[in-house]
């Protein structure tokens, strides 16, 4: 039977989100534009007026994962209330909970096919705004007086890659044994204490 003609909505987004699915389904070694369009029901020519090649819906895929973590993560910091360590710590947590949720996608978000992000612009842009929430985060517990006033950009750094090591190793289930029925995003915010520990205000320290 002939595939149904695609008459309605955004042919790009519709495109780009069948992508995800057969990411999360089959594995990006098993993403194609002929795939794709099979899925949407569209002609095998379509998808090329929307992108050159895989390498462009891949890193389609990449922006919509940034969106989608960026609505993630901001919902969790608004979530958190108006404590600044508590939504810090909701940030980190959203992050691991995010990729536990969509490890495909966050593979393609973090994977070598889109790590040059400064030749992908608006790639970049978009998980430019997603570390920033992080950022922002550190400097509302820093004047909140929970941490030094240390170089918030390197702090948020230090945090990033606590809660991406931790998500690599859940995803890789490299986790200690005692530690792999531990809720992810509990585990971050249990880990973090650690962290912030180390660098907390002078005053903090001392109660």
């Known amino acids: 039977m002939p595939k149904p003609a695609y008459h309605h909505g955004d042919l790009r987004a519709a495109l780009i989100d069948a992508a995800v699915d057969l990411i999360a389904e089959r594995g990006l070694e098993a993403l194609s534009l002929r795939e794709v369009a099979r899925r949407v029901g569209v002609t095998h020519q379509a998808p090329y007026r929307h992108f050159a090649d895989k390498q462009a ?3 389609a895929v990449a922006e919509l994962g940034f969106e989608r973590l960026q609505a993630h993560l901001g919902a969790a910091r608004e979530a958190a209330g108006d404590d600044a360590v508590a939504r810090l ?3 980190g947590a959203g992050y691991v ?3 536990v949720a ?3 996608l966050f593979r393609v978000m973090t994977g070598a096919q889109v790590a040059d992000k400064d030749e992908l612009p608006t790639l970049k842009a978009k998980a430019t705004s997603s570390a920033a929430l992080l950022t922002q985060a550190v400097l509302e517990a820093q004047a909140a007086g929970a941490m030094r006033p240390v170089d918030a950009l390197e702090v948020a750094l230090l945090c990033r890659v606590l809660a991406h090591g931790l ?3 859940v995803l890789d289930d490299q986790l200690p044994r005692n530690l792999r029925e ?3 995003g509990a585990l971050l915010i249990r880990l973090a204490s650690h962290l912030r520990a180390g660098l907390a205000a002078d005053e903090v320290r001392a109660t």
């Open 97 to 99: 909970r995010f990729a």
């Open 167 to 169: 998500a690599d190793l």
């Open 89 to 91: 710590d909701a940030i």
């Open 102 to 104: 969509h490890p495909a």
């Open 182 to 184: 531990v809720e992810p």
């Open 57 to 59: 819906l891949v890193v």
